[in-house]
């Protein structure tokens, strides 16, 4: 799977672990701040931990060291119908799935920051945010430190609006929609990212609604009555605080008192479980010492794939096994494989990379390009490996690890160069 899939899905699963356990949790047991901060954590911290401990293993981990054989094929004209004529599969064109994929997911990003920068654009100024309030019909609004009411609104409504957006500027909401909406462009096919959105959303409003009620002269009754009056507005998403947003669901929750001291540190401490779990998702549990590469490294190069015919003839010298394994592969690429007449006339050389695996029985199967060069070489390259291991005297011994039978790899760069040849 493609490395940024992987961390996709990586992703979606700890993404959807710190939901539940805000649904079954965090939510019945902190207070709106402790849940606000929770869900920002966690939607921030999961992506920025995944992507930092995958760029330190990187750093810190140990390549497994193998043996490649470079193999320089000489340039030969084939004639056509000749015995031997090794003859280059079609190979297909355009762009595969992987590619189609990506550009797919980096279109949907770069719409969604586009249209994320335009509507920042439209806030930069109070004469601009105004405007937009007024043209969409919106009774109260903010972003930022900037707050619009409809001077059309009764003065009881205005009172409360004014309130409740001032509690938006207090805890400074707009920081966080701003870093959720840049999110919810980077990782907009993560279903989970758009619930975490939705919920700090709701959380901006309940905060705001506790505000408006502890520093205004309302109480609780005629609150959620001002709020009912001005459901008929049509609401407006963008990047400002509606104040008609989620009316319903605000005037159950105004009823329900927080309580801020019971589980004080209960979204704290599930947000440190999750982002060390994240780590260790990541990061392997182990690494070779510096002291033991060398010998890990020579382990590996001492029992790295080897063939059964040259284990047979030299069972007890690695090294000769080796060079057995190596020299056969040689001769049998050097026997086998001709240089494609289009690449001939195109002047192609360079390197190809061809991998397969070995099975628990040492047959070696799934012959791919991992480094492509071009189609004619690709496919002269792959057929001519797939044609080797079909012969009974290219199985390996099959690799043991910690006492069981295991599969394996093997790496053959092949080079195409034109030797003795003049280039146009």
């Known amino acids: 799977m493609n ?12 993404l959807a672990i710190a939901y539940m356990l805000y649904r079954t949790v ?6 709106w701040q402790a849940q606000r901060l929770y ?3 966690t939607s921030l911290g999961i992506p920025l931990v995944l992507i930092l401990s995958q760029w330190l293993s990187s750093l810190t981990g140990i390549e497994t060291k193998v043996n490649i054989y470079q193999l320089t094929i000489p340039s030969i004209i084939p004639e056509v119908g000749s015995d031997g004529l090794v003859v280059a599969p079609s190979a297909r064109t355009g762009l595969d799935l992987v590619t189609c994929s990506l550009i797919f997911y980096a279109a949907g990003a770069i719409y ?8 920042m654009s439209r806030f930069s100024s109070k004469f601009k945010f105004f405007a937009h309030c007024e043209k969409h019909g919106l009774p109260a609004a903010s972003y930022h430190t900037y707050v619009w009411i409809d001077p059309q609104l009764t003065s009881e409504q205005r009172e409360v609006a004014r309130y409740h957006e001032n509690g938006h500027v207090h ?3 707009t920081i966080d929609k701003v870093a959720m909406e840049i999110l919810r462009a980077l990782l907009w096919l993560n279903p989970f990212i758009h619930l975490h959105r939705k919920e700090i959303y709701n959380i901006h409003e309940y905060q705001a609604d506790r505000y408006a009620l502890d520093q205004g002269k309302s109480d609780t009754k005629s609150y959620a009555l001002c709020l009912a ?6 609401q407006s998403y963008s990047l400002a605080h509606p104040f008609i947003h989620s009316i319903q669901n605000r005037i159950k929750m105004i009823y329900n008192h927080e309580d801020k001291n019971h589980m004080k540190y209960s979204a704290w401490l599930l ?11 990541v990061i392997p549990s182990a690494h070779p010492s510096p002291a033991n590469e060398e010998q890990a490294t020579l382990a590996e190069r001492y029992y790295g794939p080897i063939l059964q015919v040259c284990h047979d003839a030299s069972p007890d010298d690695k090294y000769a096994q080796q060079e057995c394994t190596q020299n056969r592969i040689i001769e049998y690429i050097y026997g086998k494989i001709k240089y494609p007449e289009e690449a001939r006339k195109k002047q192609i050389e360079g390197l190809i990379v061809v991998q397969f695996d070995i099975n628990t029985k040492g047959q070696g ?10 189609p004619s070489c690709d496919g002269v390259a792959k057929y001519t490996v797939s044609s080797m291991l079909s012969d009974d005297g290219f199985t390996f011994v099959p690799r043991v690890k910690d006492g069981q039978l295991v599969q394996d790899k093997f790496t053959l760069p092949i080079k195409f160069k034109l030797e003795g040849e003049k280039k146009e």
């Open 26 to 31: 965090v939510q019945k047991q902190s207070s």
């Open 112 to 119: 969604l920051l586009a249209l994320l920068l335009l509507q």
């Open 229 to 234: 009056s001005m459901c008929g507005y049509q």
């Open 271 to 281: 947000l440190g479980i999750l982002l060390i779990f994240t780590t260790a998702w």
């Open 365 to 374: 199967h799934d012959v791919r390009i991992v480094k492509s060069l071009d």
């Open 3 to 14: 490395h940024f899939w992987q961390f996709q899905l990586s992703l979606l699963i700890l």
């Open 39 to 41: 869900l920002i954590g």
């Open 171 to 173: 805890y400074r909401h």
